[in-house]
C-alpha cells in the first residue's frame, strides 16, 4: 500500500543518501520504476504532474493502477504516490482521490498568499497523515508551461514556510527543469548551506535532477537533499531506445508492431536510468 514519504525522507536525510522522485506517465513508466524500485530494494517516490494527471485520465485513474500494481507486482518496499508542483485545487483534488504525498507550489505567489494557502494544507494533510512539500523560490526551466529562470530562494522564507509544519522543502537554488543550458552556472551551494541553517532537519528536495553533475549530486545529498526528481532523462532515454528500435526496422518484422514489442525497449531504457539513479542517490537497499 501506498505510504506517506515522510519515514523515507527523515531516514534518508539521516543516513545521508536521498530517495528519487521519479515522474510517471503512463503504464510503462510506472511498472519499470517499480520493478526496478523492488529489484534494488530502494523506497521510491512515485511524481504526477497535474498536465502528467490529466494525460493518464485523472488522479483516480492513477491511483487505481499504482494501487493495483503494487498488489500484482507484490511490491513490498515503501512506495508514495506525489502531485508533483500541485495548484492549490489539484492539491485538494489528489488528497481526495487518494495521493499519499502532496507537492503544493506557491513559489509564484507573493510569500504571505505562500504561507496562507500552504498553511491550510498543512492541517489537513497532516490529519491524513499526507506528506506535504512547499517551494520557495522558483525552479527554472518549463514545468507544465511555466518557465523560470533557476532563482535562488530566500532563506528567511524558506524558514517561514518551514515552520508551518510541512514534510518537506524544494528550495531553488539555481536548479532547472529539463536540459541544462551550456552556460549554466551550477548550483548555489551557499543559498543550499543558508537554507538548511535556517531549517534545521527538514529535508530538503532537489528539482531538475536531469543533468546535474554527480560530484553536485552527492555534495547536495551531504547538505541536507533527502529527495531528488528526475523526470526528463527518462523521457530521453524512453525516447532514444524506441527510435533505434524503429530505424532499425524491428516494428516491420513478425509481429514487432505490437505495441507490447514496440515500447519494451523504451521500458528498460528507464529501468536502467532509475537504477542508474538510485544506485548515485544512496537509496539502494535502503527499503
Not at 65 to 78: H, S
Request: proline share 3%; glycine share 12%; net charge negative.
Amino acid at each position: 500500500m501506498l505510504v506517506s514519504a515522510k519515514e523515507m525522507l527523515n531516514k534518508a536525510r539521516e543516513g545521508k543518501y536521498a530517495v528519487g522522485q521519479f515522474n510517471i506517465n503512463n503504464l510503462e513508466w510506472t511498472k519499470a520504476i517499480l520493478l526496478t524500485a523492488q529489484e534494488l530494494q530502494s523506497p521510491v517516490i512515485l511524481g504526477v504532474s497535474e498536465g502528467a494527471g490529466k494525460y493518464m485520465c485523472g488522479y483516480k485513474t492513477v491511483v487505481g493502477m499504482v494501487n493495483g500494481m503494487l498488489e500484482e507486482l507484490g511490491i513490498t518496499v515503501p512506495v508514495a504516490l506525489h502531485l508533483d508542483h500541485g495548484s492549490f485545487e489539484g492539491a485538494k483534488a489528489c488528497i481526495n482521490a487518494g495521493f499519499s504525498s502532496i507537492m503544493f507550489d506557491g513559489s509564484h505567489y507573493p510569500i504571505e498568499e505562500n504561507i496562507k494557502m500552504t498553511t491550510a494544507l498543512v492541517n489537513t494533510c497532516d490529519v491524513l497523515g499526507v506528506s506535504l512539500e512547499a517551494e520557495v523560490g522558483s525552479i527554472g526551466g518549463e514545468e507544465d508551461g511555466v518557465v523560470g529562470a533557476g532563482e535562488c530562494a530566500d532563506p528567511d522564507e524558506c524558514k517561514a514556510i518551514a515552520d508551518l509544519g510541512v514534510t518537506m522543502l524544494a528550495a531553488g537554488i539555481g536548479n532547472i527543469h529539463g536540459k541544462y543550458p551550456e552556460n549554466w552556472a551550477g548550483l548555489s551551494f551557499e543559498t543550499l548551506e543558508a537554507v538548511k541553517n535556517k531549517v534545521g532537519d527538514m529535508p530538503l528536495v532537489l528539482h531538475g535532477g536531469t543533468g546535474i553533475p554527480e560530484d553536485m549530486i552527492k555534495k547536495a545529498i551531504s547538505l541536507g537533499v533527502a529527495k531528488i526528481n528526475v523526470n526528463t532523462e527518462c523521457q530521453l532515454a524512453f525516447a532514444a531506445a524506441t527510435r533505434e528500435y524503429v530505424e532499425a526496422g524491428k516494428d516491420q518484422q513478425g509481429k514487432g508492431f505490437d505495441p507490447r514489442k514496440l515500447l519494451a525497449p523504451g521500458f528498460e531504457a528507464i529501468k536502467a536510468t532509475v537504477k542508474e539513479k538510485m544506485e548515485l542517490f544512496g537509496s539502494v537497499g535502503k527499503a
